[in-house]
């Protein structure tokens, strides 16, 4: 696991009706606060990689569907420098993902149907200077390759 990753599993609550879930309290060990909260939607097939905040944390929850979650961390100075860690999220495994500062990362939709994830952020979104770095989806500096592995 690349150092500073967090993964919480959610236990959905179901009864007949259906079910309920808690997806972040701010009693949690990971929770430290957040700025703002978004909802990605994102069809099958499709990347969204590869980016990484200076000042931002994020965690994840996927809320329909199912992504496979790729991080890659560049941090020189840490531990794990050079590592990827695939997480699998959403229908089949419900849980919360964090993602330190300076963690690349980007998620691939998977399955026959659109995903929806929802991002808790510990800064808001700032237009004119937004703490994005973006590098492409098939970077060769990134030891990653986004096709399904077949075991």
């Not at 961390?73 to 993902?97: C, I, K, Y």
Request: glycine share 8%; hydrophobic share 35%.
């Amino acid at each position: 696991m690349i150092d500073g990753v967090t993964i919480a599993p959610l236990k959905p609550n179901a009864d007949e009706r259906g079910f309920l879930m808690e997806i972040l309290r701010e009693s949690d060990p990971h929770f430290q606060h957040f700025a703002q909260v978004y909802v990605s939607k994102s069809y099958p097939g499709i990347i969204r990689a590869w980016h990484y905040h200076a000042r931002q944390n994020d965690i994840w929850c996927v809320i329909s569907g199912m992504i496979k979650a790729v991080l890659y961390d560049a941090r020189e100075d840490s531990p794990t420098f050079g590592e990827v860690q695939e997480v699998f999220m959403g229908d089949d495994n419900h849980v919360t993902l964090v993602i330190p500062i300076g963690i690349l990362h980007g998620y691939k939709c998977l399955g026959d149907g659109p995903c929806l994830l929802l991002n808790f952020t510990d800064n808001l979104y700032d237009r004119q200077q937004p703490d994005e770095f973006r590098r492409p989806w098939d970077d060769p500096g990134i030891p990653y390759n986004w096709d399904v592995k077949i075991t």
